[in-house]
């Protein structure tokens, strides 16, 4: 089934800069696809593709090595009463809210090390753990060469998260780690596959899935039928920054830049790069669609009851920065389509189908999911219903905003054997999307995508799949 055409007039207003893709001239032609792989090759192949990412034996579908799995089983052997020996990679912004959050509603934890390549930012998780200075550091490696580590946070920029997570669980340490789950959809494979071979404890921080009452309210409405038949889900995220300059500085001593860069290119240093704007630049990230948009697709995937597999078509279209340091769309309007649900799911910067939203301050963000019967809309602090009828609060009725549950959810997970609400197979696959929507708008291109192969197929396939191929440096995915 073909996708309806975008209207883009309104992403095409005068007065607008964009950035003309390179490959752009290759979308007129339909490369000659190879024959299908096995899902083993297909996973080798895209290891290569981002700069040689081997994957190890056990992610091929080799047994583990026994001395990982012993490490995973001493791991697992923590009990409710144990002292939990935490430590945080990234302490930076949400890493030092985490850190605070861990020690102030848990008295079983121990805070045993930070480390952050900045050091303004480690000095502050110093300072909220009460740390003496050897247990402060620049470099994660020399946290972790130290041991007695039971468990770590990481809350690094997004292109950190899966080499700091696979160094934690091949040493068996329990790893709770931010979202998006990776930059690179064949990291994040790898992460997912690693993690289930050595049966380690991963819980990533998809927080929607448990914190906010007014998101589960309408999760447990929709998927109880309240709006009849579900046709559209519409995904509102907030516009990017259009571009500023690049001036090239020189590095202070403040901050360990190679280390900072780690597993992506080396570029030259503005203090832009590595500030809390780095998810404006591809290398780290793909701007709001994978920042707030991580969030809001992961609960698309929940309600669709999609969390090990994903849409089987993607269109978008956008507007790039036409220079400067600042390279991912800063408006977008993207579909994906899930056949089986026969459900659309848009995702966009443009807000005029969302009243919602409309004049509010703060939260400028939401999920409106519309069927046969009516409307749900939700945010982080209110629902909305076409009909008060649909919203039966139950269990969430006059619920607050409950910041410790998640992390509740991953000591359960180390003292109790827990399940992960959000482990890394579903943390992979709500990334995937946030991959899908950023490469069909940066190609402004209708894509099909196979969600158990996990690569685009049919016309256009070869560039989305090469696309996807961020390089990286292989050496930090062995650490």
């Not at 946290?143 to 292109?159: F, N, Q, R, S, Y």
């Not at 990291?187 to 914190?211: C, H, I, N, P, Y």
Request: glycine letters at 8%; charged letters at 25%; hydrophobic letters at 40%.
């Amino acid at each position: 089934m073909r996708f309806p055409k975008i209207p883009s007039a309104a992403l095409r207003r005068p007065g607008f800069p964009t950035r003309k893709i390179s490959l752009e001239k290759i979308l007129m032609t339909s490369p000659a696809q190879p024959p299908r792989p096995t899902r083993k090759q297909f996973l080798k192949a895209a290891g290569l593709l981002c700069a040689g990412i081997a994957l190890p034996r056990f992610a091929s579908g080799e047994p583990a090595s026994p001395s990982l799995r012993a490490a995973s089983r001493a791991a697992a052997r923590t009990t409710a009463n144990s002292r939990i020996r935490l430590a945080a990679i990234g302490t930076g912004g949400k890493g030092g809210r985490n850190l605070t959050d861990f020690l102030k509603n848990f008295r079983n934890i121990e805070c045993v090390g930070v480390a952050d390549p900045k050091a303004e930012a480690r000095a502050k998780g110093g300072r909220i753990a009460k740390l003496p200075d050897d247990a402060v550091h620049s470099d994660f490696r020399d946290m972790l060469e130290k041991g007695g580590i039971d468990a770590v946070c990481v809350a690094t920029p997004d292109h950190w998260h899966v080499p700091a997570t696979l160094a934690c669980i091949r040493r068996g340490i329990a790893v709770y780690v931010e979202k998006p789950l990776c930059r690179t959809l064949a990291e994040g494979r790898l992460l997912a596959d690693t993690a289930a071979a050595l049966d380690a404890k991963v819980l990533v921080g998809s927080q929607q899935r448990s914190m906010y009452p007014a998101i589960l309210k309408a999760v447990r409405a929709v998927r109880s039928g309240r709006v009849g038949e579900l046709r559209t889900i519409r995904v509102l995220l907030h516009k990017g920054n259009p571009g500023v300059p690049f001036t090239v500085e020189p590095v202070p001593p403040t901050i360990d830049y190679p280390l900072w860069l780690g597993p992506a290119p080396d570029k030259p240093y503005s203090a832009r790069r590595v500030g809390g704007t780095f998810r404006q630049i591809s290398d780290y990230s793909e701007g709001s669609i994978s920042d707030w948009g991580a969030h809001h697709l992961d609960i698309v995937q929940m309600v669709l009851g999609m969390d090990r597999g994903g849409p089987s078509e993607v269109e978008g279209t956008g507007l790039f920065p036409a220079e400067g340091l600042y390279d991912v769309p800063y408006q977008y309007d993207a579909r994906l389509y899930y056949p089986s649900r026969k459900v659309t799911v848009v995702v966009t910067t443009d807000p005029k189908d969302f009243p919602e939203v409309r004049g509010a301050k703060g939260l400028t963000n939401g999920i409106r999911f519309e069927g046969s019967e009516g409307f749900i809309f939700c945010d982080r602090v209110k629902t909305i219903a076409s009909s008060p009828s649909m919203l039966d609060a139950g269990d969430f009725e006059g619920k607050a905003i409950n910041r410790a549950a998640h992390l509740k959810n991953f000591m359960d997970m180390i003292t109790q054997g827990a399940a992960p609400c959000a482990p890394t197979e579903t943390g992979h696959r709500s990334a995937t999307l946030c991959h899908l929507v950023y490469t069909a708008v940066r190609l402004r291109a209708h894509l099909k995508w196979d969600p158990v192969m996990e690569r685009f197929e049919g016309a256009n396939a070869g560039l989305a799949n090469r696309a996807l191929a961020i390089p990286r440096k292989e050496e930090w995915y062995h650490i």
